[in-house]
């Protein structure tokens, strides 16, 4: 049997809930399209984004650990696929839009840099003067303007509902700009489970990766009141020690904990609510995704322990330090001799300005090629 776009859509009406976004009923495209047949416009979303280049190009950018210090770390890819499973559970248990949380979730990161928020801080430090810089912005770009893959357009021409997602993702670390798209409405229920998935993976695989890399150990974490419940639920006593089946168990068991509590307050939320359609919900005074306030009190702990004993752990301050070396002197090179950058690059300074064009090359980097061609700019013994 086929299914239609059209019967694809009827399927939405029956599983949805009233505040789920329906793809029949979106805002559509910048440019008007002649939409598949077989697929609904969410779906197609998600395939042009996971067509990019900038999407395979996080497979070599940094998420905590630079691919080089093994095959096991997180990438930015990884944590992307990360995300968008566990934002694909939260969707289809809460009955929101499945394929565009997806969505949202693989094109999230597409903007960042290469050596993750190091690289991310010198790029903004080095374009204060000249527009600025962060990685949502810079995803944005690329999927209106970066991108060349169609002859009729710039970018991918993704939905608004897509974009509009995108551009309001926020976190601890990422800050939304959305004035034009409907600023004084929150993010659809889509965006907001998103944005949750994103610090929910994060935290959890950057714990099971500074566990791993030795960085940090099971006994700082004693007393650390997550750590300490998730560890009750499985019989593990305190330990100095993890094997890896013991440590996947954790985090499993972490994540399982975390996305238990999220829909059991998603849902609380919504039925306090009332809201019977997507809009009343973008119109609300506060986000309906979120943990309950325990959990909140929790995961934060787990948070500021991991930046105070991972993110500031000495090797991984060096290497952010290093990162800052490199991202800043190939701008610097570029800036003071641009005819050193591809011939590519040099023809568009005309059209997006010198410090721009300079910009979207570095940031479209991978850690491997920004260092390949950071000793190509500056080893004597290597051939440019």
């Known amino acids: 049997m086929i299914y239609t776009r059209q019967q694809l859509e009827d399927f939405e009406d029956q599983q949805l809930a009233p505040y789920g976004i329906r793809s029949k009923n979106s805002k559509g495209r910048k440019f008007p399209e002649e939409e598949a047949d077989f697929r609904t416009r969410f779906q197609r979303d998600r395939e042009r984004v996971l067509h990019t280049t900038a999407f395979r190009r996080l497979e070599y950018k940094t998420q905590v650990f630079i691919n080089q210090e093994g095959d096991y770390y997180r990438t930015r890819l990884t944590h992307s696929l990360e995300v968008a499973q566990i934002g694909r559970s939260l969707a289809r248990t809460l009955g929101a839009n499945e394929d565009l949380v997806e969505t949202i979730c693989l094109a999230h990161d597409l903007g960042h840099p290469p050596f993750g928020h190091s690289g991310e801080a010198a790029l903004s430090r080095l374009m204060t003067d000249h527009g600025g810089f962060n990685h949502n912005t810079q995803s944005l770009r690329i999927v209106t303007e970066l991108e060349r893959r169609y002859p009729d357009f710039p970018g991918l021409n993704l939905t608004w509902e897509t974009l509009e997602g995108m551009v309001k993702h926020e976190t601890d670390y990422d800050i ?59 019989g593990l006593r305190k330990t100095e020690t993890l094997d890896d089946l013991t440590r996947h168990q954790i985090i499993r068991r972490l994540i399982d904990f975390e996305t238990t509590d999220l829909i059991q307050s998603i849902d609380r939320y919504l039925r306090k609510s009332g809201v019977k359609s997507a809009l009343e919900l ?69 059209e997006r300005g010198l410090e721009r064009t300079i910009c979207d090359y570095i940031a479209g980097m991978t850690d491997r090629y920004a260092v390949d061609e950071y000793n190509r700019m500056f080893s004597p013994d290597i051939l440019p």
């Open 282 to 350: 973008q119109k609300l005074p506060y986000n309906v995704v979120g943990f309950s306030e325990d959990m909140y009190r929790r995961n934060r702990e787990l948070k500021d322990f991991l930046f105070a004993n991972l993110y500031r752990h000495y090797r991984v301050v060096r290497m952010s330090t290093k990162a800052e070396r490199v991202v800043s002197e190939l701008f610097n090179v570029y800036h003071s001799t641009p005819a050193v950058m591809p011939p590519y690059y040099q023809g568009l300074i005309a």
């Open 176 to 234: 939304s700009e959305a004035n034009e798209f409907d600023p004084e409405l929150r993010g659809h229920l889509e965006a907001q489970i998103a944005n949750v998935a994103d610090e929910l993976a994060y935290t959890a695989h950057d714990l099971d990766d500074g566990l791993r890399s030795g960085m940090i150990t099971p006994g700082q974490l004693d007393g650390i009141a997550i750590w300490e419940i998730v560890n009750e639920s499985i």
